[in-house]
Structure formats: C-alpha cells, structure tokens
C-alpha cells in the first residue's frame, strides 16, 4: 500500500545554514507529490510541488528533489530563517493526482538564532 | 484573493454534545476536502466533495459524524455526540479539479471535555 514517512521527527540548524528535510514513499508508481508547511495554530501551507518526470524543482529560496529509484524526496530551504520554523510535511495523492492527499508525520524544523 | 475561511476559530464542548464547523473554499474550487488532525500528526482525510457530491467519504465515522456542502460551495461538518477523542484540529481544504496542490484553512480546534 500507499505510505508517506519522514525519516526524522524533529531537525534544528543554525539560522542562515541550509536545511534538508527528508521524505520516504513506498508507491512507485506515485507520480506528484506536495511539500506543506505548518506553523503552530495554522493550517498547512503550500510550499512547493514536483511531478515523477522531473527530479528537481526550485522555488524561492526552496528546492525540492526526487530521486524514484530510491523512492525519496528532500526538502532543501536555503539560508534557513527563524520564520522557517514550522512543520514540514511531504504529501501524496492517493491514486494520483486527483486524489486524496496523504500526509506522513511531519518534521518540526526549529531554526537557532 | 481571499482563501479558505473556517469557523469557529476554536470550540470547546462537553461530551455528548453536538457541534458543527463551517468551511468556505477558495472561490472557484469545486474540490473540498475536510482533514481531522490529532496532536503530533499528519491531516488525515475525513471526506472529499468534487461540487456537491461525496466522492469520497470512506474515512467519515458515520455514526456520529457528518456533512454536506449543499450548492457545491460552502460545507458544513457535523459531530453527534461528540466523543473526548474527537478532540483535534478540522481542517477544510479546497483545490481546483485538474491540480493536485490543496489550500488549507486555518483549522478549527476542537476540544471536548
């Protein structure tokens, strides 16, 4: 079946280092997957999404990566904030893209100043 | 442009009681999901309308639990009698039919004592 984990609960760096949050799928055939962050009392925010026919997607100050051999996604936040302080979760439709989105556990990111 | 808008903000009840959240989509969006999100963990999905049709409502414990989203917009979701382990945060989301990423609210938090 369907499972999206993360490999660790919790990540803390120091403010302006380089953050990796990383994500585990058991679906090879997955084909989209969605990284949401959540900060305390809010809902899960877009953040950025990548499709299977790419391995690498850039966003603002955010890069996401995909490697399908090994069914893994990272999660890289450049010049890491104390604002980056959140929940990060990978994401996955079940059954595509139209489908219903499973979440894995998140990864609370915690940024020193 | 406004986005996914969730009311009440907060609720406590005591058990047995009913309660009811409210949940207005991002306009345009035909897709609706409500997620149930217990402390610690992912959103896990409660029931997705496409319009105003329940295409998925298998993880809805329908003995007490509740909805609808009567003219294809706004939805309603509804607990009776609401149990101490129904105490989470809902989440509503919406998305446009054709894209994968869904926009969450801020969530109601749910307490019952």
């Known amino acids: 079946g369907e499972s999206v984990g993360l490999h660790l609960p919790t990540l803390s760096v120091q403010e302006g280092d380089n953050s990796i949050i990383n994500c585990a799928y058991s679906?090879?055939?997955?084909?989209?997957f969605i990284w949401y962050k959540q900060e305390s009392g809010k809902g899960p925010q877009f953040i950025i999404d990548?499709?299977?026919?790419?391995d690498k997607r850039q966003g603002q100050r955010v890069t996401v990566l995909l490697n399908k051999t090994v069914k893994h996604l990272s999660l890289q936040i450049a010049a890491t904030q104390p604002g980056d302080s959140a929940v990060y979760f990978c994401?996955?439709?079940?059954?595509?893209?139209?489908?219903?989105?499973?979440f894995g556990k998140g990864t609370k990111l915690s940024v020193k100043p | 442009e406004a986005g996914v808008v969730q009311s009440p903000r907060y609720k406590i009840i005591e058990k047995k009681q009913p309660v009811a959240f409210w949940c207005n989509p991002i306009?345009?969006?035909?897709?609706l999901y409500w997620y149930r999100q217990n402390l610690g963990q992912g959103p896990e999905l409660l029931i997705r309308?496409?319009?105003?049709?329940?295409?998925?409502d298998s993880q809805l414990p329908k003995d007490r639990f509740s909805a609808e989203r009567l003219k294809g917009v706004d939805s309603t979701l509804k607990i009776q009698p609401a149990e101490l382990g129904d105490s989470a945060v809902y989440l509503c989301?919406?998305?446009?039919?054709?894209?994968?990423?869904?926009?969450f609210g801020q969530g109601t938090r749910l307490t019952v004592v």
């Open positions: 994401a996955e439709p079940h059954g595509g893209s139209q489908g219903n989105l499973i």
């Open positions: 990548i499709r299977s026919n790419m």
């Open positions: 679906n090879s055939a997955s084909d989209y």
């Open positions: 309308y496409e319009n105003e049709e329940a295409v998925d």
């Open positions: 306009s345009g969006h035909n897709t």
């Open positions: 989301a919406s998305s446009q039919q054709g894209t994968g990423g869904a926009f």
